[in-house]
């Protein structure tokens, strides 16, 4: 998780649109063993809260699972296209 | 024509509309048609039927219209203009229960992934206090 403020309103937007993107199940978690959230629901997203410097794990279940985990961790390297 | 679920913002105060469709364009993007409309024609608060219609009909979408409204004549007034849709266009638009700026955000974000209307008020609604 390299944002530097967490995946606050618009970083949560980011992600969700790009996982919907994907056919696959999409989740990630803060922590190894999860608890585990739905990428593709906004509402759960921003529910999550994760603050800056969280370590990000996705995983993915589906036909383009692969595609849409190394799309959303670069998504994260690129701190979600979002300004300063 | 945009396949897309349309957004409308209908508040009181029309700073407060523009202001949520400003938080849409900017979070979300131009992936969804958007209107907002709010305000007395002399300058004070209110919303009246015409302009609800006039916004419904610049967020128009064959896939549907959420509407996202603040408090009381604003859902009234809203509930009036889809009355006087064309009976076929009715059943497209949907009032939803949720708070207006973060319900046209989150509302937003689902339609801008292609979702149904009826994903898209279920999103927005999700914000519910339980």
């Known amino acids: 998780m390299l944002h530097e403020v967490g995946l606050h309103a618009r970083p949560s937007v980011?992600?969700?649109q790009l996982a919907k993107s994907f056919s696959s199940?999409?989740?990630f978690a803060s922590a190894a063993d999860g608890p585990w959230t739905d990428a593709k629901?906004?509402?759960?997203?921003m529910k999550t809260r994760t603050p800056k410097d969280a370590l990000l794990h996705f995983r993915a279940e589906g036909a383009d699972a692969q595609a849409a985990v190394n799309a959303l961790i670069a998504l994260v390297e690129r701190d979600f296209e979002t300004g300063p | 024509m945009n396949a897309n679920v349309g957004i409308v913002i209908v508040s009181h105060s029309p700073d407060v509309a523009r202001g949520a469709a400003d938080m849409v364009r900017q979070m979300v993007g131009d992936d969804v048609p958007l209107a907002w409309c709010g305000g007395a024609p002399g300058g004070g608060l209110g919303t009246n039927v015409e302009e609800i219609l006039a916004a419904i009909s610049r967020a128009w979408s064959?896939?549907?219209v959420a509407v996202l409204v603040d408090l009381g004549g604003a859902e009234t007034n809203t509930e009036m203009a889809i009355?006087?849709?064309?009976?076929?266009?009715?059943a497209s638009v949907v009032v939803c229960d949720a708070p207006i700026v973060e319900g046209a955000v989150m509302a937003a974000t689902e339609a801008s992934a292609g979702s149904s209307l009826e994903e898209v008020r279920r999103t927005a609604e999700e914000l519910k206090p339980a």
């Not at chain 1, 629901?41 to 997203?45: A, L």
């Open chain 1, 25 to 27: 199940r999409i989740e």
């Open chain 1, 41 to 45: 629901s906004i509402v759960k997203v």
């Open chain 2, 62 to 64: 064959d896939a549907g």
């Open chain 2, 83 to 90: 009355e006087m849709l064309p009976d076929e266009k009715q």
């Open chain 1, 14 to 16: 980011k992600l969700t």
